[in-house]
């Protein structure tokens, strides 16, 4: 069963669903025009070989005049060699620019997939994504490479070698064309099965992929719960459903492939029982009955190549499909077609104005008529229980995702109004997942401002109660590469990384989801001492869990029902607000003996 969180689409004429590609065609159309002309030369090279065969045999072979045998047996060799040399010029020529095609694509969707909101990244399997951006352009780019080419170039030569044949003999053309014509028919109904069956196959694919991504990012957990049995099977029931659709497949193309064969043997038959009866009758000379059965049987490898280029037409068609469901996918969040420009420097002054989301298909509002202004310099904690919407709310700052009603202003601008590479300049932003790549310590802090200097570096990971433990690192310090999503770290070092990404730069505006909670309890107590002094200097939002993160911050907003329900100090809400009461009713281990408890 496909993952794909789209209702599969019908699949349409494979034809129409490649002309799409046009447009990557045109700048590279002259080299692979010339690949083109540089087959079809070869064909017609290989074409132009039982004529003079026909020649021999009718003229030195009958006559007895052997003088022009040696220029003729010189031409069969010309042709032949440039046959070959033609067939290599085309290799060269269509390799660059198929490559191109396939790496444009590639780049395209790969921007299109950053364009889109974190709404969609959610609905879609990882392994799908990387299915059409990998395998799927692959198999455009070999189709592209050789399917395409030879399905132009051979449907012309056998048109050419047809024609070749009636001007031979008529008789015997007719019977080869009475055994091709069935070949059209086969090979559409076979195509038109194939079409569905491989799109199915690179659907499973993609959900192959998808768990294989899964089991390999989550070993760890697979190992600690004792799952890795049941992943086994999931993944083997998962490669057997696409082993079955690949055998079913394969059978088609054996059913194709055995009419292939069979059609044309039968029209050769043919060809030697009415060829026989013309020579006999004196209707029909050696040398042309020769020539029609060399024809005829050059002509049998374009005919069989034409309905297997329609199968990979099909496959193609069908990847090209894949590529454009994920292209057609709008996004949601983009530039304003008439941007403001923000104040300069920026203040940070945030507001939410009666703002209200709700999650594509989600029968309830997340948030509904959230207000709430986080006035310049200022830090702000956002308390409220798990799924209250924190997470969604500091979402719309970055425009990660948009209010469905309601607008946020930073400065006095709404977000949407502002170019996103300025509202982003803008701001600093640490998530609860510290997602981290598997680059150096250098290139995950640096990634907001690639720039950065060695000392900007390396006060950020001060702040972050970082630089310790990344001076430390074996062997390279802050060019160690710390693995896939930096899991050699621990939780508590990856957040300290994202949390000196966040700062780094000193932006106006710091959005800090959770930033301290996988921190120990004397590493969060210096990182709150060095953010303190980032933040006299920021406007901050941050959501906060512990109440020492709370007490952090100038006043507190408490979010439950989808909207803001008090606002005021960390005193005066655990005096006045039973609902934060509760929420920070769970004490600290230092809060038993007071804030002079707290290490140091």
């Given amino acids: 069963m496909s993952a794909d969180p789209v209702i599969a689409r019908r699949p349409g004429s494979s034809l129409a669903t490649l002309r799409r590609i046009a447009p990557y065609l045109a700048p590279v159309r002259r080299p692979v025009a010339g690949a083109v002309g540089a087959t079809l030369c070869a064909q017609l090279c290989g074409l132009t070989i039982p ?61 299109h997939l950053l364009r889109m909101p974190v709404d969609f990244h959610d609905r879609w399997q990882t392994g799908q994504l990387l299915s059409r951006a990998v395998n799927d352009l692959v198999t455009l780019r070999k189709y592209l490479a050789f399917a395409a080419l030879f399905l132009v170039v051979n449907t012309v030569t056998l048109v050419v070698g047809l024609a070749v044949l009636f001007t031979i003999a008529p008789a015997l053309a007719l019977v080869g064309l009475c055994s091709a014509a ?8 076979y195509e038109t099965r194939y079409k569905v069956v491989a799109r199915r196959a690179q659907d499973q694919g993609g959900d192959l992929t998808t768990i294989a991504e899964e089991t390999m990012l989550g070993m760890r957990l697979l190992k600690s719960f004792g799952r890795a049995r049941v992943r086994t099977r999931l993944f083997r029931e998962q490669a057997r459903c696409l082993r079955d659709t690949e055998l079913h497949i394969v059978r088609i193309m054996a059913a194709l492939s055995t009419a292939l064969l069979v059609l044309p043997e039968l029209g050769i038959a043919g060809q030697l029982a009415v060829g026989t009866a013309g020579i006999i009758h004196g209707g029909l000379t050696l040398g042309d009955l020769v020539a029609a059965i060399a024809i005829s049987t050059y002509l ?7 309905g297997w280029a329609l199968s990979e037409t099909s496959t193609a068609a069908a990847a090209c499909d894949r590529y454009w469901e994920l292209r057609d996918s709008p996004p949601s969040v983009t530039d304003p077609p008439h941007p ?15 703002v209200h989301f709700r999650y594509p298909g989600a029968e309830r509002p997340v948030l509904r008529g959230v207000d709430l202004e986080v006035r310049p310099g200022e830090t702000m904690a956002l308390v409220g229980a798990t799924g209250s ?30 170019p996103l590479a300025d509202l982003r300049a803008r701001l600093g932003c640490a998530f609860e997942d510290a997602m981290l790549s598997s680059a150096g310590i250098r290139e995950n802090v640096a990634l ?42 621990s939780g508590g070092q990856r957040q300290r990384l994202a949390l000196a990404r966040a700062v780094l730069g000193r932006p106006a ?8 909670s996988a921190l120990d309890l004397h590493t969060e107590a210096e990182v709150e001492k060095a953010l303190r002094g980032v933040l006299s200097d920021a406007t901050a939002l941050v959501v906060a869990h512990r109440p020492n993160t709370a007490r952090m911050a100038d006043r507190v907003a408490v979010l439950a029902d989808g909207r803001i329900t008090a606002v005021g100090t960390h005193d005066e809400l655990l005096a006045n607000c039973p609902r934060y009461r509760a929420l920070m009713a769970a004490p600290e281990p230092w809060e038993a003996g007071g804030e002079e408890a707290m290490p140091r």
């Fill in 51 to 111: 004529l003079v065969v026909q020649r021999i045999i009718d003229g030195p072979f009958t006559s007895g005049d052997h003088r022009r045998l040696p220029w003729l047996i010189s031409l069969v060799a010309v042709l032949g060699a440039a046959e070959a040399g033609l067939f290599y010029a085309r290799r060269k020529l269509i390799a660059r620019p198929t490559a191109l095609v396939e790496s444009r694509m590639r780049a395209d969707l790969l921007t």
């Fill in 182 to 189: 069935p070949l059209l028919l086969v090979s559409y109904l």
């Fill in 300 to 306: 049998r490898w374009p005919t069989e190549c034409i």
């Fill in 340 to 354: 403001r420009t923000g104040p300069l420097p920026a203040r940070g002054h945030l507001r939410f104005e009666n």
């Fill in 389 to 418: 919407g924190k997470t969604t709310l500091t979402a719309l700052v970055p425009r990660l995702t948009d209010v469905t009603s309601g607008r946020v202003t930073v400065d006095g601008v709404d977000v949407r109004d502002l």
């Fill in 448 to 489: 907001g401002i690639p720039g950065a200097g060695e000392a900007e570096i390396r006060e950020a990971l001060r702040i972050a109660a970082a630089e310790e433990f990344t001076d430390a690192l074996r062997p390279d310090g802050l060019d160690t590469r710390i693995g896939e999503q930096g899991l050699s770290l």
């Fill in 509 to 516: 505006l710091l959005v800090l989801d959770d930033p301290l």
